[in-house]
């Protein structure tokens, strides 16, 4: 069936194809993916040239004129995914968390029971205020900053466009272009190691096997073929053999592609809120989570027993309830999303100085939380910068022929091209006879994969015969040679040529090459497609050895790595003679080794128990790398991968934390939470210690809120049941809640101990409620110090003389909750041994200083407070003194008997 034309774009480009599309509703999508499926299994069935006429476009591709008016109608190519909503909905999500929830419902009641007093409700919604304002702003920044950042990791696609002289006798141009830019009707070329740009008709193919985990779920990849039998009757979208889709990727081989559909239009952009969904809870996530519900229940407890108390023993129910309410507002930790949000952004803010784009901010903590960094050594242990250093024969010695045989091969392979190839091009000694060579016509080629870990040219020689020229990791290579040319002699493999080739490559990685070998063969010139079956009874010619001296970063960084608590382990597909020896150069002390014949032959357990033991993992295939980290992670590691390979992606996937470099090939940056935009463990390094500050920082004010209104629930307490009168007014309460609150802004700009950066930071959830337990009741001796000293030496003991207790114990509780901040921030003695970032500082002194003065000031006599009398201060620093001393005596207890702090 013919796709229709039109007068401007063809109608189906314009309908499913290609055009900007308007959302779709979820009652609607199963709808809209029916109909681009049938679409594409039109595209699937009709003829190419038909196909070309309908999309307006030709074999050598679009013009560029034509390509920039067609973007301006379809729109870019792009799935709105990952990007910050606008403000509005910001704001709505920053008011959208359960503290929020229970502050407006304790608002609403405070409204129906006194209608007329305003004042607490104004109060609670400052509150709200604060915390949704300064979220909002703090997600806004940090979402255009993430946007900035994003933009310098551009994906680029291979597209062929005419010149628009054309007709004057331009040739096609292929070049890259950023992804979003593709149109309906372009042509792309890809490669092993390519994201499948958009939905995609192949034109013309080569052993090309695609990834489609991302819409499968299935590891295995499938072949495409440009030419083949016509789909069957009800095959499904993705069993499509000449159709690509957007979201899938290149494994190996080469194809030609035109351009169906882009950005919503496509398959992937109907099904890519069903993929992409909701990430699964991180530990971090669910540690949140729990301390949330824990608080909100501790709440629902507290507040219903502080009214029972208070109104059994006071008989004005009234007051009670508005009592009762304001330590339920005392008790909501309503920065908590603020805190955890600004340390995650500034987190972001000082990782985007050091050149590293965070995609996702939970990414920043797991960071912190990382004890093993797997990492391939090219470009992290090493300098990136490949040089050709040796070109011999068989038994060693120099061979101009293996290095004309291996530029051939580099020069011709359109499939994936890496540093090695680069470094044989630039060569000095083909500076000469490269171009005679270049003039040799290509037959065809046979693509890389990681697989079987070679690859082969075909090219028509001088007698007209064609020469099959295969290179690749020795082992492979060797595998399908059966002869072998040495000093111009022709001789069949035997047992003493296997140990010469063992020597060789052995001396040369010895030396820290990475040794490649190289194989040919002359074939009449009978055929002109080739494929794997041809890479048989090959003649080895010799090996290329390749230097990538270390890296003069990598000592220092993976010394710095191992004193904080990271263990590196390398994953390569290299020998593990080269990695050896690039780990000593290095400093790396190697424990252990598997290869990827070890990994095959051992189960879940076996594997998990090696791996941990391990430092070196050598000759592994994608799929093996995946299942290292894996099972790391299930000991209960927390794992960070370090890849910019498509041999890389699955292990990405699998990570704690996928790292991966602006380089990197498609998928591998499509598959990394962070992008370093310079390789280097060095900015790893940073990374790890900026984690454990965020984390740091978060279980400060989760710590100092969690034990503080813990205290003061014991405190209140105590004084509902003793005091005839309420030991301070609700509206006392919330504006000493106002004011703690704005005293822990700051902490997510205060420093971290070095103690406590030198190791991994996880979640603890059950960690918080015994700190909880033993460090909240301190405050509470010394309220009730307070009420003895208020009661007996200042005769507070009546209603008439509320007013002086409730001052009292407003100052008291204020500073000594302001001083919390202090003490628990470090493991040290504060001001002396350990000091605060000069934000916290400052604001913690302005809000103590607020509180002094408040008693004394309008506001405070509008409130019910009265004046101080001066004599009441040096009771009140007493009070200080011996409540900051028993605090840093039971820290010490509890460091030495739970071994943490924070």
């Not at 000082?350 to 939380?369: C, D, T």
């Not at 041809?534 to 000592?555: K, T, V």
């Not at 279980?699 to 205290?711: D, P």
């Not at 504060?830 to 934000?839: G, I, K």
Request: net charge neutral; with cysteine; hydrophobic share 50%.
């Amino acid at each position: 069936m013919a796709i229709p034309n039109s007068t401007s774009l063809p109608a189906d480009v314009g309908k499913g194809l290609g055009a900007r599309s308007a959302p779709r509703t979820s009652a609607r999508q199963p709808d809209a993916l029916a109909e681009k499926s049938a679409r594409l299994r039109r595209a699937a069935e009709q003829p190419v040239e038909e196909l070309l006429t309908a999309l307006e476009t030709t074999r050598e591709g679009l013009t560029e004129n034509a390509a920039a008016a067609r973007l301006q109608t379809a729109g870019a190519n792009e799935v709105t995914r990952d990007r910050p909503p606008g403000w509005p909905v910001q704001i709505l999500q920053a008011f959208k968390n359960p503290f929020n929830a229970v502050l407006t419902g304790l608002a609403v009641i405070e409204i129906w029971s006194s209608p007329a007093d305003l004042t607490a409700p104004i109060l609670i919604a400052v509150m709200i205020a604060i915390s949704v304002g300064i979220r909002f702003v703090q997600e806004f920044r940090s979402g255009q900053a993430a946007e900035r950042l994003k933009a310098l990791v551009r994906t680029t696609a291979t597209v062929l466009r005419r010149p628009d002289d054309f007709s004057q006798g331009g040739a096609p141009l292929p070049r890259e272009v950023p992804v979003r830019e593709l149109v309906p009707g372009d042509l792309v070329a890809l490669a092993a190691g390519d994201m499948i740009p958009a939905d995609v008709r192949l034109l013309a193919s080569k052993d090309l096997f695609v990834n489609q985990a991302m819409l499968t779920g299935e590891a295995m990849p499938v072949e495409k073929l440009a030419v083949g039998a016509p789909p069957r009757s009800g095959a499904a979208t993705l069993e499509l053999a000449s159709v690509a889709l957007m979201g899938t990727n290149v494994v190996s081989g080469t194809a030609t592609a035109l351009v169906l559909a882009t950005g919503r239009a496509t398959y992937f952009g109907s099904v890519a809120s069903g993929i992409l969904g909701q990430r699964s809870l991180t530990s971090f996530d669910v540690g949140v989570a729990k301390i949330t519900w824990l608080l909100i229940r501790f709440i629902g407890v507290m507040a219903p027993v502080v009214l029972l108390l208070n109104g059994f023993t006071k008989h004005d129910w009234k007051e009670a309830s508005l009592f009762a309410i304001s330590v339920a507002v005392g008790l909501v930790p309503e920065m908590l999303a603020l805190v955890v949000t600004a340390n995650l952004a500034r987190g972001a803010l000082v990782m985007s100085k050091k050149k590293v784009v965070v995609k996702r901010l939970n990414a920043i903590q797991s960071f912190g939380a990382m004890d093993i960094l797997c990492t391939d050594k090219t470009g992290t242990l090493t300098q990136d910068r490949v040089v050709l250093e040796q070109h011999v024969d068989v038994i060693g010695q120099e061979s101009h022929d293996v290095l004309r045989l291996v530029y051939l091969n580099s020069y011709h392979q359109t499939g994936l091209r890496n540093l090695l190839d680069r470094a044989v091009l630039e060569h000095a000694e083909m500076r000469d006879h490269g171009p005679e060579l270049r003039a040799l016509e290509k037959v065809d080629e046979v693509p890389f994969d990681f697989m079987r870990r070679r690859m082969s040219v075909v090219v028509a020689n001088a007698e007209g015969k064609h020469l099959v020229i295969c290179k690749g990791a020795i082992d492979e290579v060797l595998r399908v040679c059966s002869r072998v040319e040495i000093a111009g002699e022709i001789g069949p493999v035997t047992q003493l040529i296997r140990k010469h080739v063992e020597r060789v490559t052995g001396e040369m990685n010895e030396d820290g090459m990475r040794v490649i070998a190289v194989a040919f063969r002359e074939t009449a010139p009978d055929k002109t497609v080739y494929s794997v079956e041809d890479e048989r009874d090959l003649i080895l010619a010799g090996y290329i050895g390749f230097l990538d001296p270390p890296r003069d970063s990598a000592q220092p960084a993976l010394e710095a790595l191992a004193q904080h608590g990271v263990a590196v382990k390398v994953l390569t597909g290299d020998n593990d003679i080269v990695a050896r020896k690039i780990c000593r150069d290095v400093g790396l002390a190697v424990d252990g080794v598997l290869r990827g014949g070890d990994i095959d032959g051992l189960d879940d357990a076996g594997l998990t128990e090696a791996a941990a033991h391990a430092t070196i993992f050598a000759k592994l295939n994608p799929l093996q790398k995946a299942r290292v980290v894996r099972l790391l992670k299930a000991k209960g590691h927390t794992v960070g991968f370090l890849g910019d390979g498509i041999n890389d992606a699955p292990a990405l996937r699998e990570a704690d934390i996928g790292i991966s470099v602006d380089t990197a090939v498609d998928i591998a940056k499509e598959s990394a939470d962070i992008i370093l935009l310079e390789k280097s463990l060095m900015v790893l390094e940073e990374g790890v210690l900026e984690g454990r500050i965020t984390f740091g920082n978060m279980m400060k004010y989760i710590k100092m809120t969690a034990s503080s209104n813990f205290g003061n629930v014991f405190s209140v307490l105590v004084a509902s049941v003793f005091l005839p009168f309420l030991p301070m007014l609700a509206i006392h309460l919330l504006i000493q809640n106002l004011l703690y609150d704005i005293s822990q802004l700051s902490i997510p700009w205060d420093r971290m101990d070095e103690v406590y950066l030198r190791r991994p930071r996880r979640w603890d959830a059950g960690n918080l409620r015994t700190f909880m337990l033993f460090v909240g009741p301190i405050s509470s001796v010394f309220d009730v110090t307070t009420f003895l000293v208020l009661w007996f030496v200042f005769a507070a003991r009546t209603p008439e003389h509320q007013a002086l207790f409730q001052s009292g114990w407003f100052v008291e509780g204020l500073l000594s909750q302001t001083l919390i901040v202090h003490m628990i921030r470090t493991e040290k003695i504060p001001f002396l041994q350990s000091r605060a970032a000069p934000q916290v500082i400052v604001l913690t002194a302005l809000v103590m200083a607020a509180g002094i003065a408040i008693p004394f000031s309008p506001i405070g006599a509008a409130v019910g407070l009265r004046p101080l009398p001066l004599s009441f201060f040096p009771w009140l620093l007493a009070i200080l003194l011996g409540y900051c001393t028993l605090t840093h005596l039971v820290k010490r207890w509890y460091i030495r008997r739970f071994h943490a702090w924070l």
